[in-house]
């Protein structure tokens, strides 16, 4: 018992030329800590090297150099190691500086102090340190699943390439554009660009969907307003750029921003400063801008619809995200990436993959993502342990038919006999067909306000069927 004791005690190092004072210390320590105690800065240096401490007692004068020198050698050497000065003074100005110099505490030497003040502030200091190793486990472990998690996946050809232009833009600080279709994962990309500047997770990442910001409301939520600048401005508010601040800020479908909006863009990305709405006040910015949209600008700058000046200072960098027909060995990875990612231990037979390989896949990964999903449910539903081709229902997927522009049902949402016929079954198919319906109008307008307009119907009836459908309109 007593070795296994022995065992679990944490290592403490006391530095100090005062014999006396250490034997002292190590009648008081020893019991509770393994306490190894040296005369001057040398053995201290040859002991940290030697081995690791929990926390360090270190006297303020020591005969070869000062203890505050020693401190900052220390604090280079072993910056996370807690050190408590000891001290036979009690002037508050050395104390402050030795706190400065990033002293975890200190202690005066008096009569009483070992047994009470020195034992606390080292269980405190310990205490503190191990909370402190603990947060830098979460994040660093935080930052690698952030990597696996929005990892590019694939290696095919088109995504080889893209893979090699993203690494080559590591340090730049132009804007980018991404090119690609609606479901191609754009937004994965700018993720991409983003995590490989980390420095931990201290480098944010802002998106923004640049089509779901009304136009009356867009400047004040990119750029933020002052208080009283319009009505309903209870408080000052930072906007989107602000948040962004140090990091990247990824403006999806950004030719939908109007013309007006698109002036002020421009100006933030020439001055590198933003004003909030209502303020005469810049403020300066460390943002790089990552957009991205579906599509063609160049086109769009002739139509008069996207300014020009604007349309090159986007442009200094692109990237193109492929189409999933463009990169269908991908396949099988994303298959299994999905199943992954939503903790399935099912495994997909070869049919079912070829049936998914030989599929045009016009809604891209989005559409694949879905596809997944539906056939692991379908297949859990079985109480097997595959997906197989029959749980691979590539119609719900928005599959259509170009000869004949038929949409083929799931069975199992059609009527298979007399009990089949219910309301029940009925709110499903009209529920299956309104959602095929919203997701490729979204495809075509990823705008709700716009597809209500374009349907006569309210803004709050769109965005209700969004969200009782379940339809995301994120990107994988």
């Given at each position: 018992m007593e070795n296994e004791s022995a065992l679990t005690k944490q290592h403490i190092l006391a530095v100090d030329d005062d014999v006396e004072f250490l034997e002292e210390l190590s009648k008081s320590l020893s019991k509770d800590y393994d306490l190894f105690c040296v005369n001057n800065a040398s053995e201290a240096m040859a002991a940290l090297k030697a081995k690791d401490y929990d926390c360090l007692l270190l006297d303020m004068n020591l005969p070869e150099i000062d203890g505050l020198q020693l401190l900052r050698i220390l604090k280079g050497l072993k910056p996370s190691l807690p050190i408590i000065m000891l001290t036979g003074e009690k002037s508050i100005t050395t104390v402050v500086r030795a706190m400065k110099e990033g002293a975890y505490d200190y202690v005066v030497k008096e009569p009483g102090n070992l047994d009470v003040e020195i034992k606390f502030k080292i269980k405190k200091a310990i205490q503190q340190q191990q909370l402190v190793a603990k947060a830098q486990t979460l994040e660093k472990k935080i930052s690698e699943e952030n990597s696996l998690r929005y990892e590019i996946i694939g290696h095919s050809p088109k995504i080889l390439s893209m893979k090699g232009q993203i690494q080559a833009l590591k340090g730049n600080t132009s804007p980018v554009l991404i090119y690609g279709e609606s479901g191609t994962g754009k937004e994965l990309i700018a993720r991409a660009l983003n995590i490989q500047e980390k420095n931990g997770t201290t480098r944010p990442l802002i998106c923004v969907n640049c089509a779901a910001i009304p136009e009356n409301l867009a400047e004040s939520e990119l750029f933020g307003h002052v208080k009283g600048s319009f009505t309903g401005a209870h408080q000052q508010q930072d906007g989107k750029f602000l948040a962004a601040n140090g990091g990247d800020i990824f403006l999806d479908e950004i030719g939908e921003l109007s013309l007006t909006i698109q002036a002020k863009l421009l100006r933030v990305l020439q001055e590198k400063e933003v004003v909030r709405v209502g303020s005469n006040n810049s403020i300066k910015l460390n943002v790089r801008v990552i957009a991205a949209t579906h599509r063609d600008l160049s086109q769009a700058v002739t139509q008069g619809k996207f300014r020009e000046d604007l349309y090159y200072r986007l442009t200094v960098m692109s990237l193109s995200a492929p189409a999933l027909k463009e990169r269908k060995s991908d396949i099988p990875l994303l298959v299994e990436h999905f199943l992954k990612d939503m903790k399935s231990h099912l495994r997909i037979t070869k049919e079912a993959l070829e049936l998914l390989e030989n599929h045009n896949w016009p809604g891209n990964i989005r559409a694949l993502r879905n596809c997944i999903e539906r056939a692991k449910i379908l297949a859990d539903t079985d109480g097997g342990f595959q997906i197989g081709a029959r749980h691979i229902i590539l119609d719900h997927a928005?599959?259509?038919?170009?000869?004949?522009?038929?949409?083929?049902?799931?069975?199992?949402?059609?009527?298979?006999?007399?009990?089949?016929?219910?309301?029940?079954?009925?709110?499903?198919?009209?529920?299956?067909?309104?959602?095929?319906?919203?997701?490729?109008?979204?495809?075509?307008?990823?705008?709700?306000?716009?597809?209500?307009?374009?349907?006569?119907?309210?803004?709050?009836?769109?965005?209700?069927?969004?969200?009782?459908?379940?339809?995301?309109?994120?990107e994988v």
């Open positions: 928005l599959t259509q038919a170009k000869d004949n522009k038929l949409i083929q049902i799931p069975w199992d949402l059609l009527p298979q006999e007399e009990n089949d016929i219910n309301s029940d079954q009925y709110k499903s198919i009209v529920e299956w067909v309104e959602k095929i319906y919203f997701q490729k109008s979204f495809e075509i307008i990823p705008n709700k306000s716009k597809i209500a307009e374009q349907i006569s119907r309210s803004r709050n009836f769109v965005h209700g069927k969004f969200r009782d459908l379940g339809i995301s309109e994120g």
